[in-house]
């Protein structure tokens, strides 16, 4: 190398050249980061605006680095809301109980808690996105301090306007920094959603396109309709499940997470009220349900709204021609179900041809393998002097055929092959036959 080049190395860039210099390098990174939204099926977004719109506190769980904040920074530029950034572990607890200051009189006026200066900025704003994040690396004594930000919306002496909505951040213990079990006091004031990256969505986003966020689309004339469907359904629920009513989980990571109490099923009454009036699908549902009250308590309860959709039995006993069944493989199946165990529970001759009628009703528009089990328990409620309908005869052959395809499956799982028999061989059975069940298709 020579000296001459030597001496290009070693002197700066002057001062005149580096401005330039340093202004086209922005300009790139101005580039890197100008990306655009578009309307994009996403049910985890749409559960954290639905649930930001209802006004309850969400935390999202996440691995480090899965998008948390990108997808916090990007709601609050899509609902126009200011973002306040608040990292929970390096804060004291006096910062969110506030600081006591000694005024003029304390005797007469008290020590008054003096808030920080994000909590006072909001207020001023009236409006916001409160982002509290690294929940889950904030201290014991940070978390107790937490508890009325998140419930009661208070800062030391000051109350954050209603225009201000709360979502917070936290990663796995494991994979958190000096992380801590969040508190059960705490953990039972969010709605916990689980935030995973969907490939097809990063890719895009980094292509420079990612989903919008929007508020639902709420219909006023359902909004009466969707609080009384709400209640009943929640009430209803508990009703029948009262030890689901309050269930502190037995180990301390469970009781970090969602668990089921009066405070948490108040959430989920408001969160299914508000994805009635807007009309989310299932999915959503069920993410916002099992991240307010627990995946047990979630899946019983959505199994409940399942149920809660079944048309009468009685309605189809009194009209089988017409009758709708639900075309979803269990929902069909739980419908003709319930017809069986009316007529058993009324066992007239009337009544148990109309729920073959049912079961023929049933056979015309759906799948045949669903009628094999509602079929055998009817005919086990047969009386000697009950003749029987034409409508057995239609359906003999179809049930015959569900049943020996059944048996073939399970002889084919017990011998460990999927191969067919020959036609004209008939398999030997190798132990008593069990009764055929039903094998609709779920979706």
């Known amino acids: 190398m020579t000296t001459s080049t030597l001496a290009r190395i070693a002197t700066p860039v002057a001062a005149s050249e580096a401005g330039p210099r340093l202004a086209v390098a922005d300009d790139l990174l101005a580039l890197l980061r100008t990306t655009t939204t578009e309307p994009r099926p996403d049910d985890q977004l749409e559960a954290l605006t639905l649930a930001v719109a209802a006004d309850l506190p969400v935390l999202l769980w996440g691995e480090p680095g899965i998008g948390k904040t990108a997808a916090l920074t990007q709601l609050a530029a899509s609902l126009d809301l200011p973002l306040t950034t608040v990292i929970a572990s390096v804060h004291e607890p006096s910062d969110f109980s506030g600081l006591p200051i000694v005024g003029d009189d304390p005797a007469v006026q008290g020590v008054p808690m003096a808030p920080p200066q994000w909590a006072v900025e909001l207020v001023r704003a009236g409006r916001g996105l409160l982002f509290l994040d690294e929940l889950s690396t904030a201290t014991p ?181 017409r009758a709708e069944l639900p075309e979803r493989g269990d929902l069909r199946q739980a419908a003709l179900e319930a017809v069986v165990a009316a007529v058993g529970a009324r066992p007239r001759r009337e009544r148990w041809e109309a729920g073959w009628a049912v079961l023929v009703r049933a056979l015309e528009t759906g799948a045949p393998d669903l009628l094999v089990a509602p079929a055998t328990a009817l005919a086990a409620l047969r009386r000697d002097d009950w003749e029987v309908p034409e409508a057995v005869e239609r359906l003999a052959t179809v049930i015959g055929l569900a049943q020996r395809a059944d048996r073939s499956v399970r002889r084919a799982t017990a011998t460990g092959t999927s191969e067919p028999a020959r036609p004209g061989q008939r398999a030997q059975p190798t132990g008593p036959a069990a009764p055929a069940p039903a094998t609709g298709t779920c979706r």
């Open 141 to 321: 004594a940070v978390q107790a301090a937490l508890l009325r930000v998140v419930l009661e919306r208070r800062v030391g002496a000051l109350r954050l306007p209603p225009g201000v909505r709360i979502v917070a951040a936290a990663n796995p213990r494991a994979s958190a920094a000096d992380g801590w079990e969040l508190s059960p006091p705490l953990a039972n004031r969010f709605v916990h959603l689980y935030w995973v990256h969907d490939r097809e969505v990063v890719v895009r986003g980094l292509g420079g396109v990612w989903p919008r966020a929007e508020l639902p689309r709420l219909v006023p004339e359902r909004l009466p309709e969707a609080v009384a469907f709400a209640r009943r359904a929640v009430c209803g629920f508990l009703e029948a499940r009262p030890t689901l009513i309050h269930r502190l989980p037995s180990t301390e990571t469970r009781r970090g997470g969602a668990w089921p109490s009066p405070r948490s099923w108040e959430a989920a009454l408001t969160l299914l009220a508000f994805g009635t009036a807007a009309g989310v699908s299932q999915d959503v549902l069920a993410l916002l349900v099992r991240g307010a009250v627990g995946d047990g308590p979630g899946f019983e309860f959505l199994a409940h709204l399942d149920r809660m959709d079944l048309p009468d039995p009685e309605s189809l006993l009194a009209d089988p021609a």
